[in-house]
């Protein structure tokens, strides 16, 4: 297994090199100017022209492709256009708020959907698993942001059980924490608990009907430890490859959600980088999130071989 992670994380590298060939093509020849934007409406073509030189956005676009991978090789995620202040030490402001807050939002999908699935399994064409039918339909329809707003409306503004605003961080408090941050994970977690659930209710049901499944039933085995420890472990491969199939989910949808609730976190960073057009930041940011794919990924296929003896790498 451990010369398997090897090859994979030998392979991750062709696969960053095309993602930062692709970001910087995208930034390059997406509209607007950064210069236009520092200098102002009222700056003068030299003006422009002054501040375009200085950034090296003049350069070829060769040139700066390459002056930028030699920084990434060094470790340096460059500077800000717009603040002048590094890279690196921007997303480290933010990282806490963001992390923290995907991490509680996987953590009720994860609870949420494990337990809606194997109930709807376990009760095939009863209330749960007709719950379950319009649950998912439910998730899979409405945008999070749609289910961030009717959830800041129904406990924020009209039953005043939580702040709309005000996130605080984890070191304040878990109380604290909590109350701030439940909405924006819950928001991310209805869709992702929707998919998750109706994968596992498909594994289950799949699982239950194996002839295995079948014998213990007949030798009298209890139901509670048919569905935990035989049928949701032989069905636990096809869970444990949705949840991470669901942090790119997870990372477009934290975009929008730390907006609306105004979260200091990489997502609102990162929308203040499109709308600045800091090219730094926003190179930084798909970069990171892509090598957070590649990793996790990974990590998903080397916990086959914990979930299921029979696979070997």
Do not use: C
């Not at 129904?154 to 961080?169: E, N, S, Y």
């Not at 090219?279 to 979930?307: C, E, K, R």
């Amino acid at each position: 297994m451990i010369g398997y992670a090897f090859r994979r994380i030998l392979l991750a590298v062709p696969v960053m090199l095309v993602v930062t060939i692709l970001v910087f093509a995208l930034l390059y020849f997406a509209p607007g100017d950064p210069a236009l934007v520092i200098a102002g409406e009222n700056a003068t073509a030299a003006d422009i022209e002054r501040i375009r030189h200085a950034l090296r956005l003049d350069d070829p676009p060769v040139t700066r492709f390459a002056a930028w991978v030699m920084q990434l090789l060094h470790g340096d995620l460059g500077t800000s256009i717009y603040t002048g202040a590094p890279v690196s030490a921007l997303l480290a402001q933010r990282a806490g708020a963001t992390v923290s807050l995907m991490l509680l939002a996987t953590t009720i999908a994860v609870v949420l959907g494990l337990a809606l699935g194997i109930a709807a399994a376990a009760r095939r064409g009863g209330p749960w698993d007709r719950f379950l039918s319009g649950y998912a339909t439910l998730g899979f329809s409405l945008p999070s942001f749609v289910v961030a707003y009717a959830l800041a409306f129904v406990f924020a503004t009209t039953l005043h059980l939580v702040p709309v605003q005000g996130f605080r961080p984890l070191s304040a408090g878990p109380g604290a924490f909590l109350a701030t941050a439940i909405l924006p994970a819950l928001s991310l977690a209805i869709v992702f608990s929707a998919l998750i659930a109706n994968v596992t209710r498909g594994a289950m049901l799949d699982v239950l009907q194996q002839d295995f499944i079948r014998t213990a039933v007949a030798k009298g085995v209890p139901r509670r430890t048919i569905l935990f420890r035989h049928a949701l472990r032989n069905a636990s491969i096809p869970i444990v490859t949705v949840i991470g199939s669901g942090v790119p989910v997870l990372i477009g949808g934290t975009v929008v959600i730390e907006g609306i609730f105004v979260v200091p976190g990489i997502g609102g960073l990162t929308v203040d980088a499109i709308l600045h057009r800091d090219y730094p930041v926003i190179q930084a940011v798909v970069l990171i999130s892509s090598l957070v794919y590649v990793m996790v990924n990974l990590i998903v296929d080397l916990s086959y071989t914990l979930l299921d003896p029979r696979i070997r790498y």
